[in-house]
């Protein structure tokens, strides 16, 4: 995985993408760190050779930290706590000279085979069989990570051994990088071609307007450092990366001494020592690297101008300007920035996002506000530019900061933003990620910069410096004026479209290759036929059974035959329907209302995403928009508004559902629901101003999302025939909603009146006490004030008759290329299975994810030089699909899918690999959430019918699954074969190709940018 742009600041919870310089020789530089105690100090606590440096509660995350150095040069942080989700990691600086991908593709390529685990991808393996919660590796433009996480504690322990061997002990063979990286090959007929999964993944990586932005963004401001350079691989530097210099760059920097080793979570502190000595005993400390480099800040400002990949109408421009800003921040000025960017930038208004946006110069703004790798900047301007207006860019941001500068910013806005965070922080509430995780990358970050390494988990006397600073009313205007206003480290960029640059570039490689090829000798040609070959033939060739008994498992005794059952209780306020899920929240309120959207007539569904925007952003009641930003800041944890949809299992009938959604402590649930009210029953829909701004701004970021996200496109498109429920989330998400907001957008001002017609028409359908329903997941004894609090906000909901609409299911082209500017493809097919009569259990989850690890992984990605490839199965209403993602192949992975059902079929697992793929589908089954997450999934279920009986039937099945299974659902797959459709998303070119081998591939071509 690779991480390029930088995050906002602060210590906690942030994953900042470009780091810090490495401080850290054992003997030299710890004594000089503040949280450093002197290891050779009388009476030091050794065990297992770490010897412990340091010691401390911190009551801010409610854990015990220990610092421990190693002999190695290594360094440990092991924070003690109650989390059950245990978390592991290694981070290492890892400085790229230029832009040839060797951090990437060295993070790709040390978890393909290690010492001790001498298969060919023991990460693979361990995806296919493993409770993990997460699992993966990551390259930044300074460092690599390489975290995993588990509640389960054998499998951690099994994760951290096989990610100890891999990183300090890797095989990185050449056929490794030969495969992971780039390597010549002669297609089929007879041509030089490059190949390679880093090779594709960063062509598909380098085809947006972001991306180029972000890159041209690092190059051009710190122009004389690392950060100048591309950390994932530049795909026309790539290829002159040699086996020489990629094992050298293992040998500099995967080093005891250049790593961070950090462990948490409420597994036992002296059994992790132990576990981690025999990896590190053989090492000796090293001197410390050399630090980076800084950027010498400039006399005067720059200006640099870049190009991105477009059609021939495309016209839009990105225009930013950014300023470096020479000077050091410690963890009190971290925290005062995170919130000026937060008052400055967080919504549509805040001062400076609203000065930008109310020009109408552009679509969307560009630029985060502050970030930072080693030097702190400021990064602001506009996307969506049309070229008569690039040239005001620069003076309309600058006027927006002088006029900060001038007037300075209403306290109430500094208020909301601050008790915005403060909220955030004390929740921590990470997501999906884990949240000891979240931390491992802020105390990197500190190590890095040689700071103090525990202020990334301390926050409280951060926060009370930044609070007191943000009491004057012109601390903003000031840091302005001294960080930007009067700092000439300024550059403006200018990022166009070009119709011509992916047809140059594709030019450029080809001369290479033929001029490549010009030179080479029979011999040389030999030797890449060989090459391939031996590559090919190693990939064929399945890891021996001693191989693969070296790697650690879970056994059938680690799996839990029951579900996991999250309460939920059932009441009624009149006819309204009430649930809670009564779980431990810290006294938050985590509160969802819900509303019918089934009376929505089939003309308004694509107006939703609208409608749902304008409910948080037009104002509400008596609220002006800036009024309702600054009290639900103020009051809450945040308040917003989604759609969900679904089918009930058991009636076989259809929902879906607006859900407003909000959290507050207890204290102020009251506010929070008067909040919520407001919003559903009184935005400001007449606001026009901002109602079409944020048509622009959807139709940029939907734009901007189709190359990253071209799998899931193809997917809604491809599913979008299969039913109703598929054709709404087509309608409101899919390629269709591109197609409908691109369209709206350039009528939208002339059709003002219509539009807010049929916003006002959704409301009045939709907001009523009719099909209203409320859940709340919060501590048990808060269910009552929950309870009472929504009696009372549910009497002032307007109780309209509500009148069902039917809906069908979308017709759509068969067999669909949607054609953009991109080097690489994404191609899918689905289809149902119940056009075969085929009946779904949980035994087929099992298979279908077992067909994605094993043969589409080896098929698209190991040979075919895919990102990645997957199947996607639905087992409750049977529709199975299967995608790739950034591949340079359409005809062969089509080919590849076809062949899927007999892979099944003739596919002989032994207990052990049939024991794996139950267990990783377990995990997949048990994924970790917390407890907000928890209570609303159990919601969700309630709705779809999915009880707990059906839920452990499911899970019987899975774990019961037989190899009759697999072969089982590998003949429905090859019974589909007739039934498949297609679609294909990538370039003109490609699809031609494709075309060319295969006249009746598409029947419909649609350019989609």
């Known amino acids: ?129 493993s409770l993990n919660t997460f699992l993966n590796a990551m390259t930044y433009p300074d460092k690599t990570i390489y975290p995993v996480a588990s509640t389960n504690l054998k499998d951690l322990y099994n994760l951290v051994d096989v990610y100890m061997d891999a990183v300090f002990h890797p095989l990185i063979s050449e056929d490794t990088l030969r495969q992971e990286g780039w390597r010549y090959e002669f297609d089929e007929a007879g041509k030089l071609i490059y190949k390679g999964i880093v090779y594709n993944e960063m062509k598909g990586a380098s085809g947006t307007a972001e991306r180029v932005l972000g890159k041209a963004l690092s190059h051009e401001l710190f122009p004389d450092t690392i950060y100048a350079n591309d950390s994932g691989g530049d795909p026309r530097v790539i290829p002159s990366l040699s086996y020489a210099e990629f094992t050298d760059f293992h040998a500099t920097y995967y080093h005891p001494s250049n790593a961070l080793l950090y462990w948490y979570g409420d597994d036992d502190i002296e059994t992790r020592l132990g576990h981690l000595e025999p990896y590190l005993a053989n090492f000796t400390a090293q001197p410390a690297l050399a630090p980076i480099a800084k950027q010498a800040a400039w006399s005067a400002p720059r200006t640099a101008n870049y190009q991105y990949p477009a059609t021939a109408d495309e016209q839009r421009h990105h225009v930013l300007l950014a300023w470096m800003i020479d000077r050091d921040f410690d963890d009190a000025d971290n925290m005062e920035l995170m919130i000026v960017d937060h008052t ?129 009313p012109q601390r903003i205007g000031q840091l302005l004026q001294s960080f930007l206003v009067n700092n000439p480290h300024m550059l403006e960029l200018v990022v166009a479209p070009d119709a011509t640059l992916n047809d140059r570039l594709d030019a450029q490689e080809a001369a290479e290759l033929v001029a490549v090829e010009a030179t080479l000798t029979p011999a040389q040609r030999d030797e890449i036929s060989a090459a391939a070959q031996r590559l090919a033939d190693w990939q064929e060739t399945p890891d021996s059974p001693e191989a693969l008994a070296t790697l650690p498992r879970l056994t059938r005794n680690d799996l839990d035959p029951l579900v996991k059952v999250t309460p939920l209780v059932h009441a009624q306020i009149g006819t309204i329907p009430v649930s809670v899920a009564p779980l431990f929240t810290s006294g938050i309120m985590y509160v969802d209302m819900g509303f019918d959207l089934r009376n929505l007539s089939a003309e308004l569904i694509p107006y939703l995403p609208l409608f749902v925007d304008a409910l948080i952003e037009t104002g509400a009641g008596q609220y002006d928009a800036v009024r309702l930003s600054q009290r639900i800041g103020t009051y809450t944890g945040g308040v917003s508004a989604t759609t969900m949809a679904g089918t009930n299992r058991q009636t076989n009938e259809y929902f879906a559902m607006l859900l407003v959604r909000g959290k507050a402590t207890s204290a102020n649930i009251g506010t929070l629901l008067d909040i919520m009210r407001d919003v559903s029953v009184a935005a400001h829909l007449d606001n026009r101003e901002r109602i079409l701004q944020l048509i622009k701004e959807d139709k940029a970021s939907r734009e901007a999302r189709i190359l990253p996200s071209g799998h899931a496109l193809i997917n809604s498109r491809l599913r979008a025939r299969y039913g109703v429920i598929q054709s709404f989330n087509e309608l409101l998400g899919g ?234 659902y590998g003949e429905a797959l090859q019974a589909l074969n007739t039934h498949w459709q297609r679609v294909v998303l990538g370039g003109d070119a490609a699809i031609q190709q494709a075309v060319a081998s295969d006249a009746g591939l598409f029947t419909t071509m649609t350019n989609l940018v």
Request: hydrophobic share 40%.
């Open 344 to 472: 400055l930038l967080n919504d549509a208004v805040a001062p400076l996002r609203k000065h930008l946006l109310d020009s109408n110069l552009g679509e969307d703004l560009s630029g985060g506000g502050f970030g930072n790798n080693l030097q702190t900047y400021f990064a602001l301007g506009l996307k969506g530019v049309a070229p008569e207006n690039v040239a005001l860019i620069a003076p309309l941001v600058r006027d927006a900061i002088a006029k900060i500068v001038t007037d300075g910013v209403d306290p109430a806005q500094i208020q909301a933003s601050i008790n915005t965070i403060e909220f955030d922080l004390r929740e921590r509430n990470t997501g999906g990620f884990p949240r000891g995780l979240a931390l491992m990358i802020g105390l990197a970050n500190q190590w890095l910069y040689g700071l103090d390494i525990l202020n990334a988990l301390r926050y409280e006397s951060a926060l009370a410096t930044a609070k007191q600073r943000l009491q004057d």
């Open 735 to 968: 390629a269709s909603y591109i197609n409908f907001i691109r369209g709206l957008a350039a009528t939208a001002d002339a059709q003002w009146d219509d539009i807010h017609a049929k916003l006002v028409a959704i409301r009045d359908a939709v907001i009523t006490q009719a099909g209203l329903r409320f859940h709340v997941t919060c501590n048990t004894e808060l269910a009552p004030v929950a309870i009472e609090a929504f009696t009372q906000i549910a009497e002032t909901i307007p109780n309209r008759p509500a009148t069902p609409q039917s809906w069908t299911s979308l017709t759509m082209p068969s067999n669909e290329a949607l054609l953009v500017p991109a080097q690489v493809n994404y191609v899918g097919v689905a289809a149902p299975l119940s056009a075969i009569g085929y009946q779904c259990s949980g035994s087929d989850i099992v298979v279908n994810r077992h067909l994605s690890r094993t043969f589409l992984h080896e098929q698209i990605r190991e040979k075919g030089g895919a990102y990645g490839a997957f199947s996607v199965l639905d087992t409750r209403n049977g529709i199975v699909s299967m995608l790739s993602y950034r591949d340079p192949n359409i005809s062969k992975t089509l080919e590849t899918y076809a062949q899927a059902g007999r892979y099944l079929t003739q596919l002989q697992l032994d207990d052990d690999a049939l024991l794996q793929a139950i267990i990783g589908a377990a995990g997949d089954l048990d994924g970790y959430q917390l407890p907000d997450a928890r209570g609303f999934t159990a919601f969700i279920r309630s709705l779809s019918g999915d009880d707990d009986t059906y839920r452990q039937q499911i899970r019987t099945q899975a774990l019961q699954v037989t190899i009759s299974d697999f072969a089982r």
């Open 1 to 129: 995985m690779l991480v390029c742009l930088a995050m906002p600041h602060h210590g906690l919870f942030v994953c900042s993408s470009s780091l810090y310089p490495l401080l850290h020789n054992l003997t030299q530089v710890y004594a000089n760190l503040p949280w450093y105690d002197n290891r050779k100090r009388k009476g030091a606590v050794v065990s297992h050779q770490f010897v412990l440096t340091h010691l401390e509660e911190i009551s801010d995350i409610q854990a015990t930290v220990r610092i421990y150095s190693h002999p190695s040069g290594a360094q440990l942080v092991s924070i003690h706590n109650d989390d059950e989700n245990k978390c592991f990691g290694v981070s290492f600086r890892t400085l790229p000279a230029n832009s040839n991908g060797v951090a990437h593709i060295l993070e790709h390529s040390v978890l393909c085979g290690s010492k001790h685990f001498p298969v060919k991808s023991p990460f693979n393996e361990l995806l296919k069989g």
